[in-house]
């Protein structure tokens, strides 16, 4: 760490896969100077389907693993971890700045919205939780909030299946019964799942062109760059490439990654670590 | 252990997740003097999706665990496990008798096909081991083998989407490549996963209804039996009820399990154990 390069360490990014990609995407573009290390944790996605206690044991093993290789700071980029483990997490290292993306999802949504009337879709996990009704009704008490668990996303859209017929069919059945409902529907959609981006055409196409597609990953973007500034931690670059570090098969990390990421990634860029050791 | 009674130690069967309640349910019907334990390892499903060291690492811990509940025998539920476990299992556990069900399923093609042109629809982790293409080639050295990774399946099936337009289209987009295909369409097809079951009516009608659907369940379940006799480990009886144990979330357990053993189960029926304590 030196005055003129600033904090040189890497921030560290963590999901259950590579969902968490589209938020990295985001982040590269608000901070295109700063280091990253992105983990996924290949061996166990997803974490959408499981408990709050073994999901928080895995976000732990996550980020120690980042913690260990020096990171400056940690974003969560996954929703059902932010979720369920965010607590935890903050105790565990603190003062470590860590972000997840529940609070700046739900910030956006109560920026964005008219009508006060918000659904989020989003994991079993996360729906679960209520952690996006609560991180609403803390910043617009009044808020109705509909919460709808859309596992079937999460699955088409690791397939690359973004388009089309099937696509459409999968987001009717989701977002009619709350969408098709007249004067009673949500101005305001949040994407409560990382991976639900890149189905976002279809989703605003079910949910209609009115509704407001809020998605976690530009705000917690800069939550993190705000947070990074205040405590100096801010590199001055030169940018570096990233480093992608995967619990589980490399080669399907970077095949379906790239469909996140929106940009190419090589199997050798991903190195394969083992969190329970 | 007494004459009388035969050999009341119980069955172990295990499975990444719910799936192989479908092997069970015809365990059940073979054996209906056994007791079962059957072991999800809920907290790391699926397994199709990760690689050949992990599947193994995870199927080890899961029969290890079975075996320190005195089980006589286990049945490897779980068509990737099968594919990438089944000799270090094997290995680890000598002399107890542990059978897979892509064997079993192998054989269930062989026995079907007049043409000798096999489909097989399984999991990306099963189709990459090629295992049911060698246990194909070493019954019927001719037979042409088709492996088609289906992983939407397994979504559809666990949400209880079993039936309508969204799994008709999935389907053809499947199957259609390959049964579209005229004179050189497979005239009998393998389902892979013990998730496939449920879905078999729309599988048979974008296949066409002159294919023969192959279930390793049946065939599966045959098999041990044969085994049980061959080593005077048969009970007899009287039936004990089951045990399900679940690595996490017992209620989703319960919930999505009926859907493959059909018949209820209770999430106080469900007991959480921890394999990698």
Redesign the interface.
């Known amino acids: 760490m030196s005055g003129d390069k600033g904090d040189v360490r890497p921030l560290g990014i963590f999901d259950s896969g590579m969902g968490g990609l589209t938020v990295m995407r985001a982040v590269r573009r608000a901070l295109p100077q700063e280091r990253i290390i992105y983990l996924g944790d290949?061996?166990?996605?997803p974490y959408g389907?499981?408990?709050a206690d073994?999901v928080t044991r895995y976000a732990l093993q996550a980020a120690e693993h980042l913690v260990a290789r020096d990171v400056k700071a940690i974003l969560v980029a996954c929703n059902t971890a932010s979720a369920n483990a965010l607590p935890a997490l903050a105790r565990a290292f603190d003062p470590l700045p860590i972000i997840g993306v529940v609070e700046p999802g739900a910030e956006a949504a109560v920026a964005a919205t008219r009508s006060g009337n918000i659904a989020v879709i989003a994991t079993?996990g996360t729906v679960r939780g209520g952690a996006y009704r609560a991180a609403i009704h803390a910043r617009m008490p009044y808020a109705k909030v509909t919460e709808i668990a859309c596992?079937?996303f999460?699955?088409?859209a690791?397939?690359g299946?973004t388009q089309g017929?099937?696509v459409r069919?999968?987001a009717s059945?989701y977002l009619d019964p709350v969408f098709g409902a007249g004067d009673a529907r949500p101005d305001t959609l949040v994407l409560g799942c990382t991976h639900f981006p890149v189905l976002a055409e279809a989703i605003q196409q079910a949910a209609g062109k009115d509704v407001t597609l809020v998605d976690s990953a530009e705000t917690a973007a800069a939550d993190l760059a705000r947070v990074l500034a205040a405590r100096g931690l801010l590199s001055k670059g030169p940018a570096e490439s990233p480093q992608f570090l995967a619990t589980?098969?490399a080669a399907?990390f970077a095949r379906i990654g790239q469909l996140f990421l929106f940009a190419p990634i090589n199997e050798d860029q991903v190195t394969l670590v083992d969190l329970?050791a």
């Not at 290949?42 to 996605?45: E, K, M």
Request: glycine share 0%; charged share 35%; net charge negative.
């Open positions: 290949t061996a166990r996605l389907t499981k408990s073994t079993e596992p079937l999460v699955a088409l690791e397939e299946l017929e099937i069919l999968v059945r589980d098969a399907r329970s």
